[in-house]
T-cell receptor, first 108, second 114 residues
Framework: GQNIDQPTEMTATEGAIVQINCTYQ??????LFWYQQHAGEAPTFLSY????GLEEKGRFSSFLSRSKGYSYLLLKELQMKDSASYLC?????????FGTGTKLQVIP | DAGITQSPRYKITETGRQVTLMCHQT?????MFWYRQDLGHGLRLIYY???????DKGEVPDGYVVSRSKTENFPLTLESATRSQTSVYFC?????????????FGPGTRLTVL
């Protein structure tokens, strides 16, 4: 099975940088996903890591260490619209397992 | 319209009634998924389908039935609704299963069982 851990809540200031961590233990691993979910809306895809290292996409970056079972999502130049839940998810076999999500609140 | 849609968006029903939630996608994605999302549990997989006429259980399948006679449709049926099935239900589709293709989510159905 899969076990995925991420912090429940985080607060950060507009314009700052925040790092959301995710640790996982899996029986099968194809890659790691990050999704963003605004309150009352559906999740939307942010990133996918299959190899170790950092993947940068605009203000968002995602890092993966397969040997440590660890990933993080880095959000730079935070904006108020970044207030949302961020879901870490592990792909294995035919399906994806989601963590419980980290609710990020961006304050002025 | 292209994309993935769910209906109804909101549903209130009573304990013991049968309820069917609909999901339709226009991308011809092979894989489709049903999740429920509850506070403290995140997204949990109910059932998934790798192709028409191929379905498999996820993490929390009890009390649910699915079918997939056509690639584009993946209805979820609650045979006899219980209060514990009050939740937000998301349907999703992807080109592959747990590999490098992102899942596209429908807007969700908020189900209340009284």
């Amino acid at each position: 099975g899969q076990n995925i851990d991420q912090p429940t809540e985080m607060t950060a200031t507009e314009g700052a940088i925040v790092q959301i961590n995710c640790t996982y233990q899996t029986s099968g691993f194809n890659g790691l996903f990050w999704y963003q979910q605004h309150a009352g809306e559906a999740p939307t895809f942010l990133s996918y890591n299959v190899l170790d290292g950092l993947e940068e996409k605009g203000r968002f970056s995602s890092f993966l260490s397969r040997s440590k079972g660890y990933s993080y999502l880095l959000l730079k130049e935070l904006q108020m619209k970044d207030s949302a839940s961020y879901l870490c998810a592990v792909g294995g076999g035919q399906k994806v397992t989601f963590g419980t999500g980290t609710k990020l609140q961006v304050i002025p | 319209d292209a994309g993935i849609t769910q209906s109804p968006r909101y549903k209130i029903t009573e304990t013991g009634r049968q309820v069917t939630l609909m999901c339709h996608q226009t991308w011809s994605h092979s894989y489709m998924f049903w999740y429920r999302q509850d506070l403290g549990h995140g997204l949990r997989l109910i059932y998934y389908s790798a192709a028409a006429d191929i379905t498999d259980k996820g993490e929390v399948p009890d009390g649910y039935v699915v079918s997939r006679s056509k690639t584009e449709n993946f209805p979820l049926t609650l045979e006899s609704a219980t209060r514990s099935q009050t939740s937000v239900y998301f349907c999703a589709s992807s080109e592959s299963g747990g590999r490098n293709n992102e899942q596209f989510f429908g807007p969700g159905t908020r189900l209340t069982v009284l």
